[in-house]
């Protein structure tokens, strides 16, 4: 950090997205909410061919979470990316050894709306904390409706076959382990779909992580 940004952070100290106190240095959190952030039990949700696939979440959907994941309307970048540096710093390390960082892309048109995708940030910021190289190796195939507006079977159909493997996915080795990132799991059907379509790449792992799970019914139909 240069004297100019030191000078600027005494001038105008970050603020905890959550609660509005001090936050850490370079952070959007501070550390009593840092400290509220408690894992929860991965979920395991089944894929085609008999393979099942693990969801790590940093926590539930909840206090600074939900405050971390909605910031996403805001197009807060550097939330987007501080969520990621905690994911990279938090999740365990046998779901961080892979070869691959992959987000769960948007469509383009949610793209265009929204201006960023959350999802890519939080991949991007975790490939640059650990080291790993990050590959968007998934597109949208169609657009999806909002997942809250469908009842639990229209929410599968509506995302089964949404997505394809990008053209340059075909340089990844047969066997690569693969982490997909994604901001939010509710129902869990999208990264169940996008995993599913990672699956022709024959990679020998695909883990997915999430910044928060929504458990139980607490505010999990708000969005996705
Ligand atoms: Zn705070």
Same mark, same amino acid.
């Given at each position: 950090?240069?004297?100019?940004?030191?000078?600027?952070? @005494?001038?105008?100290?970050?603020?905890?997205? =959550?609660?509005?106190?001090?936050?850490?240095?370079?952070?959007?959190?501070?550390?009593?909410?840092?400290? #509220? @952030?408690?894992?929860? =039990?991965?979920?395991?949700? +089944?894929?085609?061919?008999?393979? #099942?696939? $693990?969801?790590?979440?940093?926590?539930?959907?909840?206090?600074?979470? /939900?405050?971390?994941?909605?910031?996403?309307?805001?197009?807060?970048?550097?939330?987007?990316?501080?969520?990621?540096? @905690? &994911?990279?710093?938090?999740? +365990?390390?046998?779901? #961080?050894?892979?070869?691959? @960082?992959? %987000?769960?892309?948007? /469509?383009?048109?949610?793209?265009?709306?929204?201006?960023?995708?959350?999802?890519?940030? &939080?991949?991007?910021? &975790?490939?640059?904390?650990?080291?790993? %190289?990050?590959? %968007?190796?998934? &597109?949208?195939?169609?657009?999806?409706?909002?997942?809250?507006?469908?009842?639990?079977?229209?929410? /599968?159909?509506?995302? =089964?076959?949404?997505?394809?493997?990008?053209?340059? $996915? =075909?340089?990844?080795?047969?066997?690569?382990?693969?982490?997909?990132?994604?901001?939010?799991?509710?129902?869990?059907? #999208?990264?169940?779909?996008?995993?599913?379509?990672?699956?022709?790449?024959?990679?020998?792992?695909?883990?997915?992580?999430?910044?928060?799970?929504?458990?139980?019914?607490?505010?999990?139909?708000?969005?996705?």
């Amino acid at each position: 950090m240069n004297v100019l940004q030191n000078v600027l952070r @005494i001038i105008y100290p970050d603020l905890c997205f =959550a609660c509005r106190e001090l936050a850490l240095p370079g952070e959007v959190l501070c550390l009593s909410c840092l400290g #509220t @952030i408690k894992p929860v =039990a991965s979920r395991l949700l +089944p894929l085609r061919k008999r393979q #099942t696939l $693990a969801v790590h979440a940093l926590g539930a959907y909840d206090g600074a979470l /939900h405050k971390l994941v909605v910031a996403k309307f805001r197009r807060s970048f550097p939330t987007a990316q501080a969520a990621g540096r @905690i &994911m990279a710093q938090l999740l +365990p390390e046998d779901v #961080t050894d892979v070869d691959y @960082i992959v %987000p769960v892309p948007l /469509h383009w048109w949610r793209y265009a709306n929204r201006g960023y995708n959350q999802a890519v940030e &939080m991949a991007k910021a &975790m490939s640059q904390e650990l080291n790993i %190289p990050y590959r %968007p190796l998934l &597109m949208r195939r169609k657009f999806t409706k909002f997942q809250y507006l469908l009842s639990r079977d229209d929410r /599968h159909s509506n995302v =089964a076959d949404v997505f394809a493997l990008r053209k340059d $996915a =075909a340089d990844v080795v047969v066997g690569a382990r693969i982490l997909l990132i994604d901001d939010l799991c509710t129902t869990g059907v #999208t990264l169940q779909a996008a995993a599913n379509t990672l699956q022709q790449l024959q990679p020998s792992t695909i883990i997915a992580a999430v910044c928060a799970r929504a458990i139980g019914q607490s505010r999990s139909s708000h969005f996705l």
